[in-house]
C-alpha cells in the first residue's frame, strides 16, 4: 500500500469518530437537569413569550435529531450563537482565546522534547548508572507533581519572592516580547510532566531496541556505536513516541486548562473554566468541541506520521 | 598460521541465578578458505563463541579468559576502533533469523550499502552502484528497483540473501553463518545453503558455519567441531566423523538423524536434557545422559586427546587433520568401552568400535 | 584441507547409519554412578523451580525504591484512616469503629489559631484563612482523596474489563461498536471530558468518583481488548471451545484471568493518575464543596493566598498530593522492572 492510499483509508475512519464527537458534546446541553432553554438563557427568569421565540429561534421546539443537524451545520461555519452571559459571540470568543492556548501548548510540547528526548536517550545508554537513575526518578517526580501546584510554586518564587516575572500576563499582544517572557513559567509548568513521560517512554524503548538482534546486525558491519544508537535504534525507539503524542496531546490539553488558571492565561482552559462557573452552557459545548476535534485531528496526524516512520504500518490492515 | 586461531575460549555469563560458563575452554583453528563447522545443541555456546570472534559479547556476558588471533592478532585485545574496522570487513556474519536482523525501518540497499560506505572509501553513488550488484549477485531480482524496498516487503529466503549480500559486501577472509538456514523453509533452505557455498567459492571465504544440524554439514565443510556444554568434545575432518564418531555424544547426535525409509519403529534419542552450565556435572559433562557412563566418568573430567594414539592433544598443536575426542574410553579408562556400529548402507561394512 | 571431501556428497558416502546407541540407551546399564549422580539430581529437582510471581517478588524486594514508595502508601493510609475517629451515629446510638485521632484538631473547626498563621509549634502546618488547623486537614484529607482514587479505579474495572473482555473475545459488531464508544471518548482529554461530566451532574464526592470513573474505563477496556486478542488464539482456548464449553465460562475461567494481569497492573499505576486529576478537579473550584478537607479543594483559590505570601497554605496539601501519587509511580515503576526485567514487553499503545 502506497502511503497515499493509507492516508486515505485512514481519514475516512476518523469520520465516525467526528460524528460521534460531535454529537456527545451536542448531548451535553440536553443531559443538564431542566430545560435546554434555561441552559441556553443561562437559568434567567424570562417572560414565557421570550422563552417561546428563543426555543423557536435556538430550533428546541423540533425533534432532538433535528436539532442535531442543525447544530452540526451551524458548527461546521463555527457558528455557535452567543453566550448568555456575556451576550459576545461565542466563535469570536475562541477566535481569541485559541491562539494563547496554541502558543502556550506549542512552547511546552517543543521543550517536552528538547529536555525528554536527550534523557531518555542517556537513561538508557547509561543504564543503571547514576545518570539513569538521577533521570529515572527525576521523570517519576515529574509526572507526580500536580501541575497546578508546580505552577504556583513557581509563581511564588518567581513572581511574588523574587519579581523576576509579572504575576499576571501583561496587556500586551501576544507575540510581544512582554508576553513572551511572561509565557516562561507557564511553559515550564506545563511541559514538566510531558517531558518526563517523554523520557521514560523513550527510555523504555531504547532498551528493548537495544535489545533486538538488527542492533547485533549493524555492530556487526563494523559501524561506530554512535551511528548505531543515533541511526539505528534511535529511530526505532522514536516511533514509540509518537505512538503516545496523541497522548501527550490530550495531557497538554488537560494541562493547559490547569495551568492557564494558575497563570491567568487567557486561553481556552480558562474560557472552559470561568464558563461553566457561570452555567454558561453554549461556550462549554463550543470549547469541548474544539478541543475534541483537534484530539482526532492531531491523532489523525499522528497515525500519518507513525506510517511514515515505520514502512511496515503501511501494509497493516 | 591459521587465519583464526581460538585459544582456550572461556566466556561467562553473569545472571541473576548464577555464574553461567557458556564457552568454557575452547580451542579451534580456521585455516584460510577452510570450512569449519561448530555443530552441538541449543546452549552448547556456539552462538556465543562466534559473537566472541566480533567482540559482540555484552552485559551481562564477558571474556574471562583465552586468546583469539585473527591473523596473529589478539582480537581481544584490540581497540574499539580496530575491532570496528575488523567488523564487516574481515570478519563478517551471517545472522539466524533474517526477519529479525536486518532494520525494519530502512531500506534493504541503504543497509547493505551503509557497511560498505564504513568500511571503503567510497562515494554515496558507488556505495549504491556496489550495493546493486551484490543484490543481483545474490538472486534479488530487480535489485535497482528493490533497492529501496523494506525488509518487510521481502520473504523469509529473500532476506536471508540480503543479509548474506550485507556480509560479503567488504570481502571478508572469514564468514560466520550462525544456523543460517533454522528459520527457514527447508526448501529455502537448500537454495540458500547453494548460494553460500558457490559465494564463498567465489570469495575464497573461509566459513565458521554454526549449526545444530549434521546433516547440512557434512555435506558443505571441512572439518567438525563438536560442542557440548561449552566444551569441544570432538574434532574431526568430516569423512572421519561420519564413518568414525569417537565421542558418545557425537554417535548419539547422529543417531537421531531421521531418515527416510529407515526400518525403525521410532527414532532414537540422547535421553536428558542439555546440562545446566551454573552447575555443571562432576567429571565428563555427559556423562549423566551417556549410555555407555561408568563410574569413573562422573568423577574425573576426561581432556581431548587422540582417538588413535589415546595422547593428550589440544586442537592447535595437534595436527589439523588428527581426529580428536574427549572420552575416557580412548586413554583406556573404561571398562565396557562403547559399543556400537556405524553400518554404511550399500557398502553393508560394519566398522565396529572396541567391542 | 581437502576439497574433494567436500564435494563428495553424502550419497557417495553410502547411507551411514548407528546401530547400538539406542539399544545401549534403552537397556540402560546398570551404573552405580550414573544412579547416584541422578539421584543427586532429582534431589536437585525438589527445590521448587521458583515461579513467575515468586521471581518478580523477590526483584521486587530488592528494588529498594520501590520498598520505599510501598511503605510510603501505607504510611499515608494508616494516618488517613488514624487521623480521626470513625464513627456511624443513628438517632439512639453511635458505633465507634476506629478510636484514634493522630489529627490534634477537628479538621472543619474554625479559628482553632489565628487566620493564616504560618507553621508553628502549635500548627506545624499553620492555619487557613478560617483559622482551621492545616496539620489536621492534611492528616484528615487523604480519606478524600485516597478513597476517590481506589473508589473511581475500581468502579472504572467493573466497568471496563466486562465490555473489554466482550469486544475481544466475540470480535465482529459488538467489537466495533465498543471500540468505536472508545474512541469517541479517546477524543476528550482526561480532565476536560471529567469537567464536562461535572459540568452536568454537578459537585459532590460520588459525582467525581462517577467521571473519574466514566473517563477511565476506556483505557481498561483498550488494553484488556489487546490482551484478549492475543490470549484468544492460544491452544487452550481452543481446545475448551473445541470441547463444547460454552463461552461465558471460556471468557471467566480461561481467557480473562489470563489476560487480565497487565490490566491491574496499569490500574494500579492509574490511582496516581486519579488522584492528581481528582486534585485539580479540587483546585478549578469543581470537586467537592470547597470547604472539604480534600487535599485538591484546599488548593482552591490558593492563587490569591500566594499572591498575598500565604505559602504554607499551598505548600503541605501539595506536597501531600505529590507524596502519595510518587510513591505510586515508585511502586508501578518496581512492578514493571520486576515482571519485565529486560524492558522486553511492548508499549502496548499502538492500535
Redesign the interface.
Known sequence: MTLATYVRKRVLVSIPVLLGVTALTFSLLHLTPGDPVDAVLGFQEVDPDVRESLKAEYNLDRPVWEQYLFWLRDALVLEFGRSPITGRDVGATIADRLPYTLVLGGAAWLCSLLIGIPAGVVAAVKRGEPADEVSRIAALAGIATPNFWLGLVLLFVFSVRLGWFRVIPPDAPLLSPATLRFLILPTITLGTASAALVARLLRSSMLRELNASYVRTARAKGLPERTVICKHVLRNSLIAVVTVAGLQLTLLVDGAVVVEQVFSWPGMGRLLVGAIGQRDLPTVQATVLVVAVSVVLANLLVDIAYAVLDPRIRDER | MALLEVEDLVVQFYT?DGVVRAVDGISYEI?RG??LALVGESGAGKTVTS?AL?G?IEDPGEIVGGEIRFRGRNILECS?SEL??????EI??V?Q?PE???????SVGEQIA??IR??RDVTDEQARRRTVELLERVGVSDAEHRYAD?P??FSGGQQQRI?IA?ALSCEPDLLICDEPTTALDVTVEAQILELLEELVEEFETAIQFVSHDL?VV??????VLVVYAGQVVERA???DL??D?KH?YT??L??SIP?LG?DRDRL????GAAPDLIDP??GCRF??RC?????????REPSLVDAETGTTATPLEAA??AHLAACHEYTGALE?GL?????????DEGRGESE | MTRETRDRSTTDRGRIRIEGFDEAVAADRDDDAVDRWADGRTNDAETPSRGRFEDAWRRFRSNRTAVLGLAIIAALSVVAIFARPIAFSTAEYTITIQPFSLAPYDPAEMYVGPPNAGPSAAHPFGTDWAGRDLFSRVLVGGRFSLSIGVVAVALALVVGIPLGAIAGYFGGWIDELVMRVVDILYAFPFLVLAIAVVAVVGRGYWNIVAALALTGWIGYARLLRGEILSVKEREYVTAARVLGTPDRTIIARHVVPNAVAPVVVQATLNVGTVVLTAAALGFLGLGLEPSTAEWGSMLANSRDSIAAGHWHRTAFPGLAIFLFVMAINLVGDGINDALDPQGETAERRRR
Do not use: K, Q, W
Not at chain 2, 557434512?218 to 572439518?223: G, I, L, Q, T, V
Open positions: 541473576e585455516e577452510e570450512h559473537l566480533l559482540l574499539d570496528r574496522s575488523l567488523r564487516g570487513n563478517a556474519m545472522f533469523d529479525t536482523a536486518l532494520n525494519p525501518v530502512y551503509e557497511a564504513a568500511h523494506y518487510h516487503e543479509v550485507m546433516g557434512a555435506e558443505r565443510c571441512d572439518r575432518s568430516v569423512d561420519y564413518y564418531p558418545p554417535v548419539g547422529m543417531a531418515r529407515a532414537p534419542t540422547i535421553p556435572p562432576t556423562h549423566p549410555p555407555y557412563a561408568e563410574s569413573c566418568c562422573a568423577t589439523p587433520t565396557d559399543d556400537y556400529d556405524v553400518v554404511v548402507s550399500g557398502e
